[in-house]
């Protein structure tokens, strides 16, 4: 059985989908980057800054509220202070923290990177994600196999692929790691 591996290459982190006061509707708030950070006397709350794509407004999305500095290691608090770029991927890629402030996870801009598939022999097929994600591992593999609904509905019913872990293919979402089993016969 050949062995192959699809890498996810996240080109953008998520949106965070919700309520604009200035545009008066609900629209993608795109992650700038950059921390906020204020002291309150002996305490920190720190923020990461996400813009409307409509008008540019911004909405602070919470990390920490009221935490002591030396909860903090302090090469996360030097990165928070310097907005560094990594950590706020880190924090962007966080869909469970987007949700926690009350925000809708939108879908991230990605490429996957990898070999197309051989129909000819049976493919053990590795999907790897540094971030687990909203995004469906039908659509995934629809687009790199190009193929339709239907088609990828009767590779499923047939048996020509099938998750090792038991996962329902039509309705699994991404995380870290998945392996399936591709074999045409």
């Given at each position: ?26 629209t993608e708030h795109l ?127 047939s048996g020509s692929i ?24």
């Amino acid at each position: 059985m050949q062995k192959l591996t699809w890498d996810i290459q996240y080109l953008s982190p998520p949106s965070a989908i919700k309520y604009c006061k200035k545009c008066g509707k609900k629209t993608e708030h795109l992650c700038s980057g950059l921390f906020r950070i204020n002291a309150q006397r002996k305490y920190l709350d720190i923020w990461l800054i996400y813009k409307c794509s409509d008008c540019d407004s911004t909405w602070n999305m919470t990390i920490y509220s009221r935490i002591n500095p030396k909860s903090i290691t302090h090469e996360i608090l030097d990165g928070f202070n310097s907005n560094n770029r990594e950590l706020s991927k880190i924090y962007a890629m966080n869909t469970e923290l987007i949700r926690k402030n009350g925000a809708e996870v939108g879908l991230p801009k990605y490429k996957i990177l990898g070999d197309n598939i051989n129909f000819n022999t049976p493919i053990e097929l590795h999907i790897k994600s540094s971030y687990p994600s909203r995004l469906k591992v039908s659509s995934l593999l629809r687009e790199k196999m190009n193929l339709s609904q239907n088609a990828f509905e009767q590779m499923i019913t047939s048996g020509s692929i099938r998750s090792t872990s038991g996962l329902d293919l039509k309705k699994c979402r991404l995380q870290a790691d998945v392996i399936l089993i591709i074999d045409k016969e």
